[in-house]
């Protein structure tokens, strides 16, 4: 089982061993955080254009990241066309000094990894990326009511996570060392839980089919995100208006 802080010790290898276990495919870590991205910006500017914030003195977005790592996919957001405050937050506290000297404009945290370190409602949207197949299957409820609580109400949550049934992420997973732990989840079974937590509007969406970058591509992989084939998944959902 993992270890909270596990990452603590993965951290000066964490890029290079994503690196080597993916380097099959011809592309490196950052063109997968950089197509994740793309899939949050998008995800972000429809929850803002839906509450009329688009408009230039409409208010940034409070969005938190939980699970954040190093940041890597920070840059991408904060310099994105949708005005956010980011925040994030994670359990490896070395990890996130490294993501806050990176990243001087996001408030990072770090916390043991049951309460998150935020009031109520403090936020419009949060996401968590590739963290919740580090956390035990038992404490995955709680995981997502810490989402809920967090989130305002009507606020969007996504989660990215590895597609099991992709053959090449299970090799992935297997060799990778920070993996070594790891508990996948099923598209499927996250959106069940998703919901069982109390979130509305659950939908999901498989993506990354191809290793390919270009427009072209995503278009490719934006088509077909219904087929269960995406090296990985996103299972986005809103808090609900009233509890
Ligand atoms: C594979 S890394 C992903 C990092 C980042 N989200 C990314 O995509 O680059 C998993 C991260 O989840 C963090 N983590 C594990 N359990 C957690 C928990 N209960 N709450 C928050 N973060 C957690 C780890 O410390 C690690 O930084």
Redesign the pocket.
């Known amino acids: 089982m993992?270890s909270?802080?596990?990452?603590?010790h993965h951290k000066e290898s964490?890029r290079s061993d994503?690196d080597k276990a993916i380097a099959f495919s011809g592309q490196s870590?950052d063109f997968f955080?950089r197509v994740?991205a793309e899939y949050i910006v998008e995800l972000l500017r429809e929850f803002a254009n839906e509450r009329g914030a688009s408009s230039p003195d409409a208010r940034p977005l409070d969005v938190l990241?939980?699970?954040?790592?190093?940041?890597?996919?920070h840059p991408y957001l904060v310099q994105s066309n949708v005005r956010m405050n980011l925040s994030a937050?994670?359990?490896?506290a070395t990890?996130v000094e490294e993501a806050r000297l990176a990243n001087p404009t996001v408030n990072y945290q770090s916390?043991e990894?049951?309460r998150l370190p935020y009031d109520d409602a403090s936020f419009d949207a949060a996401f968590?990326?590739?963290?919740m197949h580090?956390?035990p299957p038992a404490?995955w409820p709680d995981?997502l009511q810490e989402m809920r609580r967090v989130v305002r109400p009507g606020g969007l949550i996504a989660i990215?996570e590895h597609n099991p049934i992709n053959p090449l992420t299970q090799w992935i997973v297997r060799t990778c060392p920070?993996?070594e732990n790891a508990v996948l989840l099923w598209s499927g079974q996250l959106s069940r839980l998703v919901a069982q937590g109390g979130f509305v509007d659950v939908t999901s969406r498989y993506i990354l089919f191809t290793p390919l970058d270009g427009p072209r591509y995503r278009a490719f992989d934006k088509a077909i995100g219904w087929l269960p084939l995406g090296a990985q998944y996103y299972v986005s959902a809103r808090a609900p208006k009233s509890s």
Do not use: L, M, R
């Open positions: 993992n909270p802080q596990e990452f603590d964490y994503i870590h955080t994740k990241d939980i699970g954040c790592g190093h940041g890597h996919i937050v994670d359990v490896a990890v916390y990894g049951e968590t990326i590739a963290v580090h956390v404490q995981f990215f920070i993996d």
